[in-house]
């Protein structure tokens, strides 16, 4: 006799096989897996997962499922609160992302909204899942075996093709719109940005940027200088357009 498995909020769309939306899926459970196992057979990333019902009763990823057992599992349903702990994983202390190279232009839109995105592109999987479990971040990729990975706690599979929708979406998921900063942390290292005096960086700046700008910020990690700027305007604009409340909701 096999177990049912039904899913919700759109994790019925993450099986590798097709399958009739609301029907439930029979699953051989003769290797008595726990829930997660079960769910990630069918291709379903576990961080992905923002609820589970064992037989009715909410439940964690680990007890074991037995035949005749039923499992509803329901998608992350936005806005998602990662300062706060479930039953499937614990808070996180603050809001934080680690971002993978297949999303990497992600990590610079991030930080230019003001997110805190850690980006390497030097580790491989297992260094960037341990990076984000040891920092308590949230791991952004489009790679479902490295968000199965069980180092992985905090994780979104990121749907969206272009950057910018990939912001959004993020944005969206975590309603993260009343956390945006623009232009307050360094687009290079993902430091905090410092005002500085204009009279103290003035000999680092060429003739035009001298006479048409006062005010000035600097990445006291990496020394890069920051100014307003026509580019940087345009971006702040799309960012907060595109990150809108009323740009989630599709008004
Ligand atoms: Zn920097």
Same mark, same amino acid.
């Given at each position: 006799?096999?177990?049912?498995?039904?899913?919700?909020?759109?994790?019925?769309?993450?099986?590798?096989?097709?399958?009739?939306?609301?029907?439930?899926?029979?699953?051989?459970?003769?290797?008595?897996?726990?829930?997660?196992?079960?769910?990630?057979?069918?291709?379903?990333?576990?961080?992905?997962?923002?609820?589970?019902?064992?037989?009715?009763?909410?439940?964690?990823?680990? $007890?074991?499922?037995?035949?005749?057992?039923?499992? !509803? #599992?329901?998608? %992350? +349903?936005?806005? &998602?609160? /990662?300062?706060?702990?479930?039953?499937?994983?614990?808070?996180?202390?603050?809001?934080?992302?680690?971002?993978?190279?297949?999303?990497?232009?992600?990590?610079?839109?991030?930080?230019?909204?003001?997110?805190?995105?850690?980006?390497? $592109?030097?580790?491989?999987?297992?260094?960037?899942? !341990? #990076?984000?479990? %040891? +920092?308590?971040? &949230?791991? /952004?990729?489009?790679?479902?075996?490295?968000?199965?990975?069980?180092?992985?706690?905090?994780?979104?599979?990121?749907?969206?093709?272009?950057?910018?929708?990939?912001?959004?979406?993020?944005?969206?998921?975590?309603?993260?719109?009343?956390?945006?900063?623009?232009?307050?942390?360094?687009?290079?290292?993902?430091?905090?940005?410092?005002? &500085?005096?204009?009279?103290?960086?003035?000999?680092?700046?060429?003739?035009?940027?001298?006479?048409?700008?006062?005010?000035?910020?600097?990445?006291?990690?990496?020394?890069?200088?920051?100014?307003?700027?026509?580019?940087?305007?345009?971006?702040?604009?799309?960012?907060?357009?595109?990150?809108?409340?009323?740009?989630?909701?599709?008004?």
């Amino acid at each position: 006799m096999p177990a049912y498995v039904v899913l919700h909020n759109g994790l019925q769309e993450l099986p590798r096989r097709w399958l009739a939306h609301g029907q439930p899926i029979s699953l051989s459970v003769l290797r008595r897996p726990s829930v997660k196992d079960l769910l990630e057979s069918l291709g379903i990333p576990h961080p992905e997962i923002g609820r589970l019902l064992l037989n009715g009763c909410e439940v964690s990823f680990a $007890p074991v499922v037995e035949e005749g057992d039923r499992v !509803e #599992a329901f998608g %992350q +349903q936005p806005p &998602v609160d /990662l300062l706060a702990a479930s039953l499937l994983r614990p808070a996180l202390n603050a809001v934080r992302f680690a971002v993978d190279v297949n999303v990497g232009k992600l990590a610079s839109l991030l930080r230019m909204a003001g997110l805190d995105a850690f980006y390497d $592109p030097g580790l491989d999987d297992v260094g960037l899942a !341990e #990076a984000a479990r %040891q +920092q308590g971040r &949230v791991l /952004l990729s489009r790679d479902r075996s490295l968000l199965r990975r069980n180092l992985v706690q905090h994780g979104h599979l990121v749907r969206a093709s272009r950057p910018i929708e990939q912001l959004a979406e993020v944005v969206r998921l975590y309603g993260l719109h009343d956390r945006l900063a623009p232009f307050s942390r360094c687009l290079i290292c993902n430091s905090l940005l410092q005002p &500085v005096d204009k009279a103290t960086v003035l000999h680092r700046l060429q003739p035009l940027t001298r006479k048409y700008y006062d005010s000035f910020r600097i990445c006291r990690a990496c020394d890069k200088i920051y100014w307003p700027g026509t580019h940087r305007e345009r971006m702040a604009r799309l960012l907060l357009a595109l990150t809108s409340p009323a740009a989630a909701s599709g008004r």
